[in-house]
Protein backbone atom coordinates (compact mmCIF):
# COMPACT_ATOMS: atom_id res chain seq x y z
CA UNK A 1 0.00 0.00 0.00
CA UNK A 2 3.14 2.28 0.66
CA UNK A 3 4.17 2.04 -2.77
CA UNK A 4 0.91 2.31 -4.25
CA UNK A 5 1.24 6.24 -2.76
CA UNK A 6 3.81 6.79 -5.34
CA UNK A 7 0.70 6.67 -8.06
CA UNK A 8 -0.31 9.56 -9.60
CA UNK A 9 -3.61 8.61 -9.37
CA UNK A 10 -5.60 11.47 -11.53
CA UNK A 11 -3.03 10.81 -14.74
CA UNK A 12 -3.83 7.23 -14.52
CA UNK A 13 -7.12 7.25 -14.03
CA UNK A 14 -7.47 10.42 -16.49
CA UNK A 15 -5.68 8.64 -19.90
CA UNK A 16 -8.06 5.40 -19.33
CA UNK A 17 -11.46 7.81 -19.33
CA UNK A 18 -9.71 9.39 -22.35
CA UNK A 19 -8.96 6.44 -23.91
CA UNK A 20 -11.86 4.88 -23.11
CA UNK A 21 -14.05 7.60 -24.07
CA UNK A 22 -12.61 7.61 -27.95
CA UNK A 23 -12.74 3.33 -27.96
CA UNK A 24 -16.32 2.85 -26.69
CA UNK A 25 -18.46 5.27 -29.68
CA UNK A 26 -15.93 3.53 -31.85
CA UNK A 27 -17.21 0.09 -30.92
CA UNK A 28 -20.86 1.19 -30.74
CA UNK A 29 -20.62 3.52 -33.31
CA UNK A 30 -18.17 2.42 -35.52
CA UNK A 31 -19.30 3.80 -39.17
CA UNK A 32 -20.09 7.32 -38.31
CA UNK A 33 -17.19 7.18 -35.73
CA UNK A 34 -14.56 6.74 -38.70
CA UNK A 35 -16.68 9.26 -40.58
CA UNK A 36 -15.99 11.68 -37.66
CA UNK A 37 -12.44 10.70 -36.92
CA UNK A 38 -11.16 10.78 -40.82
CA UNK A 39 -12.80 13.88 -41.05
CA UNK A 40 -11.10 15.67 -38.24
CA UNK A 41 -7.55 14.48 -39.73
CA UNK A 42 -8.47 15.88 -43.27
CA UNK A 43 -9.00 18.96 -41.06
CA UNK A 44 -5.74 19.29 -39.18
CA UNK A 45 -3.43 17.73 -41.81
CA UNK A 46 -5.07 20.21 -44.91
CA UNK A 47 -5.11 23.19 -42.93
CA UNK A 48 -2.01 22.57 -40.77
CA UNK A 49 -0.33 20.00 -43.04
CA UNK A 50 2.63 23.25 -43.62
CA UNK A 51 2.89 23.54 -39.49
CA UNK A 52 3.80 20.04 -39.69
CA UNK A 53 6.10 20.57 -41.95
CA UNK A 54 7.73 23.13 -40.81
CA UNK A 55 8.27 21.73 -36.93
CA UNK A 56 10.00 18.87 -38.38
CA UNK A 57 12.43 21.05 -40.41
CA UNK A 58 12.90 23.46 -37.52
CA UNK A 59 13.50 20.76 -34.39
CA UNK A 60 16.17 19.11 -36.98
CA UNK A 61 18.68 22.58 -37.26
CA UNK A 62 17.59 23.09 -33.37
CA UNK A 63 18.52 19.74 -32.10
CA UNK A 64 22.11 20.00 -34.71
CA UNK A 65 22.48 23.60 -32.91
CA UNK A 66 22.35 22.03 -29.54
CA UNK A 67 24.23 19.14 -29.98
CA UNK A 68 27.40 21.91 -31.40
CA UNK A 69 26.53 24.44 -28.30
CA UNK A 70 27.64 24.25 -24.75
CA UNK A 71 24.30 22.92 -23.74
CA UNK A 72 25.59 20.22 -25.65
CA UNK A 73 28.85 18.98 -23.87
CA UNK A 74 26.69 18.50 -20.69
CA UNK A 75 26.89 15.76 -19.23
CA UNK A 76 23.82 13.27 -18.05
CA UNK A 77 25.17 11.77 -15.10
CA UNK A 78 28.07 12.80 -12.08
CA UNK A 79 31.45 13.71 -12.89
CA UNK A 80 33.40 10.30 -13.46
CA UNK A 81 29.73 8.31 -14.33
CA UNK A 82 30.46 6.35 -17.22
CA UNK A 83 27.75 5.56 -19.82
CA UNK A 84 25.09 2.65 -18.03
CA UNK A 85 24.92 0.88 -21.40
CA UNK A 86 27.73 -0.34 -23.82
CA UNK A 87 26.87 1.53 -27.39
CA UNK A 88 25.37 -1.38 -28.98
CA UNK A 89 22.71 -2.24 -26.47
CA UNK A 90 22.07 1.82 -26.19
CA UNK A 91 21.62 1.58 -30.11
CA UNK A 92 19.57 -1.49 -30.30
CA UNK A 93 17.08 -0.34 -27.62
CA UNK A 94 16.36 3.72 -28.77
CA UNK A 95 16.20 1.99 -32.32
CA UNK A 96 13.96 -0.98 -31.40
CA UNK A 97 12.14 1.25 -28.83
CA UNK A 98 11.53 3.80 -31.87
CA UNK A 99 10.50 1.48 -34.70
CA UNK A 100 9.18 -1.75 -34.07
CA UNK A 101 7.61 -4.43 -36.28
CA UNK A 102 6.29 -1.11 -38.25
CA UNK A 103 10.34 -1.07 -40.41
CA UNK A 104 9.85 -4.27 -41.39
CA UNK A 105 6.17 -3.86 -43.35
CA UNK A 106 7.25 -0.12 -44.71
CA UNK A 107 10.82 -1.15 -45.21
CA UNK A 108 9.94 -3.85 -47.50
CA UNK A 109 6.46 -2.59 -49.50
CA UNK A 110 6.57 1.42 -48.99
CA UNK A 111 8.21 2.28 -52.08
CA UNK A 112 5.17 -0.21 -54.28
CA UNK A 113 3.16 2.97 -52.77
CA UNK A 114 5.50 5.39 -54.17
CA UNK A 115 5.89 3.76 -57.58
CA UNK A 116 2.35 4.15 -58.21
CA UNK A 117 1.79 7.41 -56.73
CA UNK A 118 4.91 9.31 -56.80
CA UNK A 119 5.54 12.70 -55.91
CA UNK A 120 6.15 16.24 -57.15
CA UNK A 121 3.59 15.19 -60.26
CA UNK A 122 6.08 12.74 -62.14
CA UNK A 123 4.34 9.83 -63.97
CA UNK A 124 3.77 6.87 -61.73
CA UNK A 125 6.18 3.94 -63.83
CA UNK A 126 8.74 6.26 -64.91
CA UNK A 127 12.73 6.17 -64.55
CA UNK A 128 12.13 9.79 -61.88
CA UNK A 129 9.05 7.70 -60.15
CA UNK A 130 11.39 4.40 -59.98
CA UNK A 131 14.21 6.85 -58.47
CA UNK A 132 12.06 8.72 -56.04
CA UNK A 133 10.29 5.06 -54.68
CA UNK A 134 13.12 4.31 -53.58
CA UNK A 135 13.91 7.39 -51.44
CA UNK A 136 11.35 8.86 -50.18
CA UNK A 137 10.84 5.98 -47.21
CA UNK A 138 14.72 6.47 -46.42
CA UNK A 139 13.71 10.47 -46.08
CA UNK A 140 10.78 9.94 -44.05
CA UNK A 141 12.07 7.35 -41.86
CA UNK A 142 15.47 9.61 -41.74
CA UNK A 143 17.05 12.48 -39.70
CA UNK A 144 14.15 14.45 -39.16
CA UNK A 145 11.76 11.81 -37.49
CA UNK A 146 14.75 10.65 -35.55
CA UNK A 147 15.39 14.58 -34.45
CA UNK A 148 11.44 14.79 -33.78
CA UNK A 149 12.10 11.76 -31.03
CA UNK A 150 15.29 13.02 -29.47
CA UNK A 151 13.51 16.56 -28.66
CA UNK A 152 11.57 15.41 -25.07
CA UNK A 153 14.27 13.55 -24.47
CA UNK A 154 16.71 16.60 -23.72
CA UNK A 155 14.65 18.14 -21.32
CA UNK A 156 13.60 14.75 -19.29
CA UNK A 157 17.63 13.39 -19.49
CA UNK A 158 18.33 16.99 -17.88
CA UNK A 159 15.95 16.99 -15.21
CA UNK A 160 16.76 13.13 -14.23
CA UNK A 161 20.42 12.79 -14.33
CA UNK A 162 21.62 16.59 -13.81
CA UNK A 163 18.83 18.34 -11.12
CA UNK A 164 17.95 14.66 -9.82
CA UNK A 165 14.35 14.90 -10.20
CA UNK A 166 13.04 11.33 -9.93
CA UNK A 167 10.12 12.26 -12.36
CA UNK A 168 9.77 11.26 -15.97
CA UNK A 169 6.34 13.60 -16.72
CA UNK A 170 6.20 15.22 -19.87
CA UNK A 171 4.64 18.25 -17.52
CA UNK A 172 7.63 18.00 -15.28
CA UNK A 173 9.79 18.49 -18.30
CA UNK A 174 7.84 21.62 -19.51
CA UNK A 175 7.92 23.35 -15.45
CA UNK A 176 10.94 26.11 -16.04
CA UNK A 177 8.09 27.35 -18.53
CA UNK A 178 5.14 26.63 -16.58
CA UNK A 179 6.12 26.24 -12.80
CA UNK A 180 3.62 25.37 -10.79
CA UNK A 181 0.97 24.73 -13.32
CA UNK A 182 2.45 21.89 -14.02
CA UNK A 183 1.22 20.38 -10.79
CA UNK A 184 -2.43 21.39 -11.08
CA UNK A 185 -5.22 20.41 -14.26
CA UNK A 186 -2.70 21.79 -17.09
CA UNK A 187 -0.28 19.41 -15.77
CA UNK A 188 -2.04 16.31 -15.65
CA UNK A 189 -3.49 17.29 -19.61
CA UNK A 190 -0.39 17.60 -20.89
CA UNK A 191 0.63 13.76 -19.18
CA UNK A 192 -2.74 12.35 -20.59
CA UNK A 193 -2.41 13.91 -23.96
CA UNK A 194 0.61 12.04 -24.10
CA UNK A 195 -0.40 8.87 -22.79
CA UNK A 196 -3.26 8.85 -25.26
CA UNK A 197 -1.36 9.89 -28.26
CA UNK A 198 1.03 6.74 -27.40
CA UNK A 199 -1.66 4.54 -27.00
CA UNK A 200 -3.42 5.29 -30.12
CA UNK A 201 0.07 5.02 -31.46
CA UNK A 202 0.54 1.32 -30.26
CA UNK A 203 -2.60 0.59 -32.18
CA UNK A 204 -1.09 1.84 -35.45
CA UNK A 205 2.03 -0.67 -34.88
CA UNK A 206 -0.05 -3.48 -33.79
CA UNK A 207 -2.77 -2.67 -37.36
CA UNK A 208 0.64 -2.95 -39.42
CA UNK A 209 2.36 -5.77 -37.75
CA UNK A 210 -0.51 -8.74 -36.04
CA UNK A 211 -1.50 -9.13 -40.28
CA UNK A 212 2.15 -9.58 -41.30
CA UNK A 213 3.00 -12.04 -38.88
CA UNK A 214 0.04 -13.88 -39.27
CA UNK A 215 0.75 -13.71 -43.36
CA UNK A 216 4.34 -15.17 -42.08
CA UNK A 217 2.84 -17.81 -39.66
CA UNK A 218 0.29 -19.30 -42.69
CA UNK A 219 3.02 -19.27 -45.20
CA UNK A 220 4.83 -21.44 -43.36
CA UNK A 221 2.35 -23.79 -41.97
CA UNK A 222 -0.37 -23.29 -44.81
CA UNK A 223 -2.88 -22.12 -41.63
CA UNK A 224 -5.50 -19.72 -43.03
CA UNK A 225 -4.31 -15.92 -41.50
CA UNK A 226 -7.76 -14.97 -40.12
CA UNK A 227 -8.76 -13.51 -36.82
CA UNK A 228 -8.43 -15.71 -34.56
CA UNK A 229 -4.53 -16.41 -35.73
CA UNK A 230 -3.90 -13.09 -35.53
CA UNK A 231 -5.53 -12.97 -31.73
CA UNK A 232 -3.11 -15.53 -30.56
CA UNK A 233 -0.16 -13.28 -32.07
CA UNK A 234 -1.11 -10.61 -30.08
CA UNK A 235 -1.54 -12.90 -26.90
CA UNK A 236 1.58 -14.56 -27.39
CA UNK A 237 3.46 -10.81 -28.24
CA UNK A 238 1.62 -9.25 -24.61
CA UNK A 239 2.81 -12.42 -23.01
CA UNK A 240 6.26 -11.53 -24.14
CA UNK A 241 6.92 -7.77 -23.61
CA UNK A 242 4.85 -8.14 -20.39
CA UNK A 243 7.27 -10.69 -19.25
CA UNK A 244 10.15 -8.45 -20.33
CA UNK A 245 8.78 -5.41 -18.74
CA UNK A 246 8.33 -6.98 -15.54
CA UNK A 247 12.12 -8.52 -15.65
CA UNK A 248 13.02 -4.44 -16.28
CA UNK A 249 15.06 -2.66 -18.14
CA UNK A 250 18.36 -4.24 -17.51
CA UNK A 251 17.26 -8.13 -17.62
CA UNK A 252 14.44 -7.88 -19.81
CA UNK A 253 14.47 -4.99 -22.33
CA UNK A 254 18.03 -5.01 -22.79
CA UNK A 255 18.27 -8.36 -23.54
CA UNK A 256 14.82 -8.46 -25.91
CA UNK A 257 16.54 -5.53 -27.85
CA UNK A 258 19.85 -6.64 -27.90
CA UNK A 259 18.59 -10.38 -29.45
CA UNK A 260 16.07 -8.20 -31.46
CA UNK A 261 19.36 -6.50 -33.38
CA UNK A 262 21.29 -9.55 -33.92
CA UNK A 263 18.65 -11.20 -35.68
CA UNK A 264 17.89 -8.19 -37.80
CA UNK A 265 21.22 -7.99 -39.16
CA UNK A 266 21.52 -11.26 -39.84
CA UNK A 267 18.44 -10.88 -41.88
CA UNK A 268 19.58 -7.76 -43.70
CA UNK A 269 23.31 -8.79 -44.10
CA UNK A 270 21.79 -12.12 -45.99
CA UNK A 271 19.11 -10.48 -48.46
CA UNK A 272 21.95 -7.86 -49.40
CA UNK A 273 24.32 -11.02 -49.81
CA UNK A 274 22.11 -13.51 -51.25
CA UNK A 275 19.94 -11.06 -53.22
CA UNK A 276 20.84 -8.61 -55.88
CA UNK A 277 23.78 -6.96 -53.91
CA UNK A 278 24.77 -4.55 -56.37
CA UNK A 279 21.50 -3.32 -57.97
CA UNK A 280 21.10 -3.15 -54.05
CA UNK A 281 23.83 -1.14 -53.22
CA UNK A 282 23.52 1.84 -56.15
CA UNK A 283 20.45 2.31 -55.60
CA UNK A 284 20.37 2.87 -52.00
CA UNK A 285 23.60 4.94 -52.96
CA UNK A 286 21.83 6.93 -55.57
CA UNK A 287 18.95 7.56 -53.14
CA UNK A 288 21.36 8.98 -50.43
CA UNK A 289 22.21 11.24 -53.13
CA UNK A 290 18.60 12.08 -54.40
CA UNK A 291 17.68 12.58 -50.58
CA UNK A 292 20.59 15.15 -49.91
CA UNK A 293 20.19 17.50 -52.85
CA UNK A 294 16.84 17.76 -52.34
CA UNK A 295 16.62 17.56 -48.76
CA UNK A 296 15.24 20.93 -47.90
CA UNK A 297 12.24 20.86 -50.94
CA UNK A 298 11.42 17.57 -49.47
CA UNK A 299 11.21 19.05 -46.17
CA UNK A 300 8.76 21.66 -46.93
CA UNK A 301 6.86 20.32 -50.20
CA UNK A 302 3.47 21.43 -49.51
CA UNK A 303 2.03 21.08 -53.09
CA UNK A 304 0.74 24.69 -52.92
CA UNK A 305 0.08 25.39 -56.99
CA UNK A 306 -2.33 22.26 -56.93
CA UNK A 307 -6.11 22.61 -56.84
CA UNK A 308 -5.74 25.91 -58.85
CA UNK A 309 -7.03 26.38 -61.69
CA UNK A 310 -6.26 23.69 -64.47
CA UNK A 311 -3.35 21.59 -61.70
CA UNK A 312 -5.32 18.36 -59.34
CA UNK A 313 -4.00 18.05 -56.20
CA UNK A 314 -2.70 14.98 -55.10
CA UNK A 315 -2.73 15.10 -51.98
CA UNK A 316 0.94 13.34 -51.24
CA UNK A 317 2.05 15.69 -49.19
CA UNK A 318 -0.74 15.49 -46.45
CA UNK A 319 -1.26 11.33 -46.90
CA UNK A 320 2.73 11.14 -46.65
CA UNK A 321 4.83 13.64 -45.25
CA UNK A 322 2.58 15.23 -43.02
CA UNK A 323 1.20 11.85 -41.99
CA UNK A 324 4.22 10.57 -40.96
CA UNK A 325 5.44 13.83 -39.20
CA UNK A 326 2.02 13.32 -37.23
CA UNK A 327 2.76 9.96 -36.34
CA UNK A 328 6.12 10.74 -34.85
CA UNK A 329 4.93 13.35 -33.01
CA UNK A 330 2.85 11.26 -31.44
CA UNK A 331 5.24 8.86 -30.66
CA UNK A 332 8.25 11.38 -29.40
CA UNK A 333 7.41 11.55 -25.87
CA UNK A 334 7.57 8.54 -25.12
CA UNK A 335 10.69 7.71 -27.56
CA UNK A 336 12.04 10.66 -26.19
CA UNK A 337 11.75 9.60 -22.29
CA UNK A 338 12.65 5.99 -22.90
CA UNK A 339 16.15 7.44 -24.62
CA UNK A 340 16.12 9.83 -21.83
CA UNK A 341 16.26 7.10 -19.08
CA UNK A 342 18.49 4.96 -20.90
CA UNK A 343 21.04 7.48 -21.60
CA UNK A 344 22.76 8.15 -17.97
CA UNK A 345 26.67 8.96 -18.46
CA UNK A 346 26.36 10.32 -22.20
CA UNK A 347 26.51 14.06 -22.99
CA UNK A 348 23.95 15.61 -24.53
CA UNK A 349 25.88 15.74 -27.61
CA UNK A 350 26.27 11.98 -27.82
CA UNK A 351 22.09 11.50 -26.97
CA UNK A 352 21.78 13.77 -29.78
CA UNK A 353 23.60 12.35 -32.35
CA UNK A 354 23.31 9.06 -31.63
CA UNK A 355 19.78 8.76 -31.66
CA UNK A 356 19.68 10.93 -34.63
CA UNK A 357 22.63 9.09 -36.68
CA UNK A 358 22.26 5.11 -35.31
CA UNK A 359 18.13 5.66 -35.68
CA UNK A 360 18.60 7.00 -39.69
CA UNK A 361 21.43 4.47 -40.15
CA UNK A 362 19.23 1.40 -39.37
CA UNK A 363 16.39 2.93 -41.49
CA UNK A 364 18.41 2.94 -43.87
CA UNK A 365 19.64 0.07 -43.96
CA UNK A 366 16.17 -1.93 -43.96
CA UNK A 367 14.73 0.25 -46.85
CA UNK A 368 18.17 0.41 -49.10
CA UNK A 369 18.23 -3.38 -48.63
CA UNK A 370 14.47 -4.94 -48.21
CA UNK A 371 12.98 -2.15 -49.99
CA UNK A 372 15.70 -2.36 -52.55
CA UNK A 373 15.25 -6.41 -53.24
CA UNK A 374 11.47 -5.98 -53.52
CA UNK A 375 11.87 -3.14 -56.17
CA UNK A 376 14.29 -5.53 -58.07
CA UNK A 377 12.07 -8.26 -58.23
CA UNK A 378 9.55 -6.07 -59.60
CA UNK A 379 11.81 -4.36 -62.70
CA UNK A 380 12.93 -7.26 -63.77
CA UNK A 381 9.70 -9.31 -64.07
CA UNK A 382 10.66 -11.81 -61.58
CA UNK A 383 8.11 -11.29 -59.02
CA UNK A 384 5.05 -8.96 -59.54
CA UNK A 385 5.09 -7.37 -56.15
CA UNK A 386 2.65 -4.64 -57.08
CA UNK A 387 0.28 -7.05 -58.76
CA UNK A 388 0.24 -9.22 -55.14
CA UNK A 389 -0.28 -5.72 -53.20
CA UNK A 390 -3.05 -4.25 -55.10
CA UNK A 391 -5.05 -7.78 -55.14
CA UNK A 392 -4.15 -9.40 -51.97
CA UNK A 393 -3.17 -6.51 -49.61
CA UNK A 394 0.42 -5.44 -48.08
CA UNK A 395 0.91 -8.37 -45.72
CA UNK A 396 0.70 -11.26 -48.50
CA UNK A 397 3.14 -9.20 -50.84
CA UNK A 398 5.72 -8.66 -48.14
CA UNK A 399 5.69 -12.37 -47.45
CA UNK A 400 6.03 -12.96 -51.14
CA UNK A 401 9.07 -10.85 -51.83
CA UNK A 402 11.03 -12.99 -49.03
CA UNK A 403 9.66 -16.13 -50.66
CA UNK A 404 11.69 -15.28 -53.53
CA UNK A 405 14.71 -15.26 -51.91
CA UNK A 406 16.90 -18.76 -51.26
CA UNK A 407 16.07 -20.90 -47.65
CA UNK A 408 13.08 -19.15 -48.44
CA UNK A 409 10.86 -21.12 -45.19
CA UNK A 410 13.79 -20.71 -43.08
CA UNK A 411 13.98 -16.77 -43.87
CA UNK A 412 10.17 -16.16 -43.84
CA UNK A 413 10.23 -17.96 -40.38
CA UNK A 414 13.43 -15.75 -39.22
CA UNK A 415 11.52 -12.60 -40.35
CA UNK A 416 8.31 -13.73 -38.52
CA UNK A 417 10.30 -14.57 -35.52
CA UNK A 418 12.10 -10.73 -35.80
CA UNK A 419 8.57 -8.90 -35.98
CA UNK A 420 7.52 -10.85 -33.05
CA UNK A 421 10.23 -9.54 -31.60
CA UNK A 422 10.00 -6.25 -32.99
CA UNK A 423 6.59 -5.81 -31.39
CA UNK A 424 7.44 -6.82 -28.26
CA UNK A 425 10.04 -4.71 -28.03
CA UNK A 426 8.29 -1.35 -28.79
CA UNK A 427 5.20 -2.58 -26.51
CA UNK A 428 7.55 -3.45 -24.00
CA UNK A 429 9.31 0.13 -23.86
CA UNK A 430 6.19 1.78 -24.00
CA UNK A 431 4.50 -0.12 -20.96
CA UNK A 432 7.54 0.68 -19.28
CA UNK A 433 6.99 4.34 -20.03
CA UNK A 434 3.14 4.71 -19.23
CA UNK A 435 4.13 3.07 -15.93
CA UNK A 436 6.85 5.91 -15.30
CA UNK A 437 4.16 8.99 -16.64
CA UNK A 438 1.47 8.18 -13.80
CA UNK A 439 4.17 7.56 -10.94
CA UNK A 440 5.01 10.58 -9.04
CA UNK A 441 8.56 9.61 -8.84
CA UNK A 442 10.40 6.62 -10.35
CA UNK A 443 13.69 6.48 -8.36
CA UNK A 444 14.90 3.57 -10.41
CA UNK A 445 12.21 1.50 -12.30
CA UNK A 446 8.97 1.86 -12.28
CA UNK A 447 6.29 -0.22 -9.91
CA UNK A 448 6.29 -4.19 -11.43
CA UNK A 449 2.51 -4.24 -10.87
CA UNK A 450 2.56 -0.89 -12.57
CA UNK A 451 4.53 -1.99 -16.14
CA UNK A 452 1.88 -5.53 -15.87
CA UNK A 453 -0.99 -3.64 -15.87
CA UNK A 454 0.27 -1.35 -18.85
CA UNK A 455 1.85 -3.93 -20.87
CA UNK A 456 -2.06 -5.56 -20.87
CA UNK A 457 -3.91 -2.27 -21.25
CA UNK A 458 -1.48 -1.32 -24.63
CA UNK A 459 -2.77 -5.00 -26.11
CA UNK A 460 -6.09 -4.97 -24.75
CA UNK A 461 -8.20 -2.27 -26.12
CA UNK A 462 -6.42 -2.74 -29.76
CA UNK A 463 -7.47 -5.80 -29.55
CA UNK A 464 -11.17 -5.00 -29.27
CA UNK A 465 -11.23 -2.35 -31.62
CA UNK A 466 -9.41 -5.49 -34.25
CA UNK A 467 -12.72 -7.73 -33.94
CA UNK A 468 -14.24 -4.84 -35.56
CA UNK A 469 -12.16 -3.03 -37.47
CA UNK A 470 -11.46 0.35 -36.03
CA UNK A 471 -8.07 -0.15 -35.30
CA UNK A 472 -6.75 1.78 -38.03
CA UNK A 473 -9.10 4.63 -36.87
CA UNK A 474 -7.97 4.70 -33.30
CA UNK A 475 -4.54 5.56 -34.66
CA UNK A 476 -6.17 7.92 -37.18
CA UNK A 477 -7.69 9.72 -33.94
CA UNK A 478 -4.22 9.29 -31.44
CA UNK A 479 -2.51 11.79 -34.55
CA UNK A 480 -5.69 13.86 -34.02
CA UNK A 481 -5.63 14.01 -30.36
CA UNK A 482 -1.83 14.61 -30.54
CA UNK A 483 -2.14 17.94 -32.33
CA UNK A 484 -1.30 19.93 -29.57
CA UNK A 485 2.02 18.29 -29.22
CA UNK A 486 3.15 20.39 -32.10
CA UNK A 487 2.85 23.25 -29.63
CA UNK A 488 3.95 21.02 -26.18
CA UNK A 489 7.40 20.48 -28.50
CA UNK A 490 8.12 23.85 -28.59
CA UNK A 491 7.48 23.79 -24.89
CA UNK A 492 9.82 21.70 -24.29
CA UNK A 493 12.36 23.00 -26.25
CA UNK A 494 12.21 26.40 -24.59
CA UNK A 495 12.25 24.52 -20.85
CA UNK A 496 15.64 22.77 -21.60
CA UNK A 497 17.36 25.99 -23.23
CA UNK A 498 16.13 27.88 -20.27
CA UNK A 499 16.80 25.05 -17.67
CA UNK A 500 20.52 24.63 -19.27
CA UNK A 501 21.51 27.59 -20.37
CA UNK A 502 20.68 29.05 -16.98
CA UNK A 503 22.71 26.27 -14.69
CA UNK A 504 25.12 26.69 -17.16
CA UNK A 505 25.67 30.78 -16.74
CA UNK A 506 26.22 30.35 -12.96
CA UNK A 507 28.41 27.52 -13.18
CA UNK A 508 32.57 27.83 -12.95
CA UNK A 509 32.60 25.44 -15.99
CA UNK A 510 30.92 27.44 -18.47
CA UNK A 511 33.90 27.92 -20.85
CA UNK A 512 35.73 24.61 -21.12
CA UNK A 513 35.00 22.17 -24.23
CA UNK A 514 33.56 19.76 -21.36
CA UNK A 515 31.22 20.57 -19.08
CA UNK A 516 30.45 18.87 -16.55
CA UNK A 517 27.18 20.89 -14.12
CA UNK A 518 27.56 19.74 -10.36
CA UNK A 519 24.52 18.83 -9.21
CA UNK A 520 24.63 19.39 -5.45
CA UNK A 521 25.48 22.99 -6.45
CA UNK A 522 22.62 23.07 -8.55
CA UNK A 523 20.48 21.57 -6.20
CA UNK A 524 21.35 24.19 -3.31
CA UNK A 525 20.97 26.90 -6.02
CA UNK A 526 17.30 25.91 -6.81
CA UNK A 527 16.42 25.10 -3.03
CA UNK A 528 18.11 28.79 -2.23
CA UNK A 529 15.94 30.30 -4.86
CA UNK A 530 12.50 28.69 -3.64
CA UNK A 531 13.31 29.55 -0.18
CA UNK A 532 14.05 33.00 -1.19
CA UNK A 533 10.66 32.69 -3.21
CA UNK A 534 8.62 31.55 -0.24
CA UNK A 535 10.10 34.53 1.95
CA UNK A 536 8.73 37.14 -0.23
CA UNK A 537 5.44 35.77 -0.52
CA UNK A 538 5.33 35.65 3.32
Known amino acids: MEKNRLIDWPTFIGALILLLAVVVPLVIFPTEGEEFVLAANDFVTQNFGVLYLLVGFGLFFFLIYVAFSANGHIKLGDKEEKPEFKTFSWAAMLFCAGIGSSILYWGTIEWAF ?18 WASSYGIFHWGPIAWAIYTLPALPMAYFYYVRKKPVLKISEACRPLIGRLADGPVGKIIDVLFMFGLMGGAGTTLALGAPMIAQGVASITGLEPNMTMQTIILVLCTTIFAVSAYSGLRKGIKVLSDINLWLAIFLLAFVFIFGPTLFIAETTTNSIGLILDNFFHMSTWSEPFNNLGPFERTGFPEGWTVFYWAWWLVYAPFVGLFVAKISRGRTIRQMILGTIIYGTLGSLLFFGIMGNFGLYLQLTGQFDV ?69 AFALCLMPLALMYIGGLSTLQTASIVGGFPLLFIMFMLAWSFMKASTGDLKESEHYKPKTITLDSKKIMQRLKRKRKKEEEEKA
Do not use: C, H, M
Open 386 to 454: IGVLDAQGAPAAIISVYNQLPFAPLIVSLFTILAIIFLATTFDSSSYILASVVQKEVEDEPLRWNRLFW
Open 114 to 131: YYQGPPFDIEPGTRDAIA
